[in-house]
């Protein structure tokens, strides 16, 4: 009797769903899975609070299309450690950081995306220098604006469902509250 091993078995289910990975450099599906796996564990080896490994997954390397099932399906049996983290990223649930630049809002989690809500950033001991952020309209007409310098220890700003887009610039790190 034949044993397949855990990568053969999460390949043998994507081709059997006809999954293909976009990325070239990962030709099968436990490639990818394998590879977000290894890159979330060095993501949390460096512990920086404000790049958590599910940020990674939602900034900076967002699953799209056959990616997403491939990791619904690959990771709770390559990395099972990783389930629960991966599947907040995935289902939208997973705690939403933002950086510096421009964000279309959207119910989708996506690299250059951010959710309806209530987001918050602190200065720390400095307050908040020079920082900038902006509501926009899907058409660009400013709907809300401010400008901050030096003596604000947190800003907090909703976003809503209906704005287009959230911009900021030297504002820190925007965690969701709400």
Request: net charge negative; with cysteine.
């Amino acid at each position: 009797m034949h044993i397949e091993s855990p990568q053969e078995r999460v390949d043998a289910g994507a081709e059997a769903e006809g999954w293909t990975m976009p990325d070239p450099d990962y030709e099968l599906a436990s490639e990818y899975v394998d590879a977000v796996c290894e890159t979330l564990d060095g993501v949390e080896e460096d512990g920086d609070p404000d790049f958590p490994p599910s940020s990674w997954l939602t900034r900076a390397n967002p699953p799209e299309g056959d990616e997403k099932l491939a990791l619904r399906a690959g990771v709770p049996v390559l990395c099972p450690r990783w389930e629960k983290t991966v599947l907040e990223v995935l289902d939208g649930k997973a705690e939403q950081l933002l950086l510096g630049g421009s964000y279309e809002v959207s119910s989708e989690v996506g690299a250059r995306s951010v959710r309806p809500g209530t987001y918050r950033t602190t200065g720390g001991e400095e307050g908040l220098s020079d920082c900038y952020w902006e509501r926009s309209t899907p058409d660009g007409q400013i709907i809300d604006n401010q400008f901050v310098s030096g003596d604000a220890r947190s800003i907090e700003v909703t976003i809503e469902a209906s704005d287009g887009s959230f911009t900021t610039r030297d504002c820190g790190v925007w965690r969701q509250v709400k």
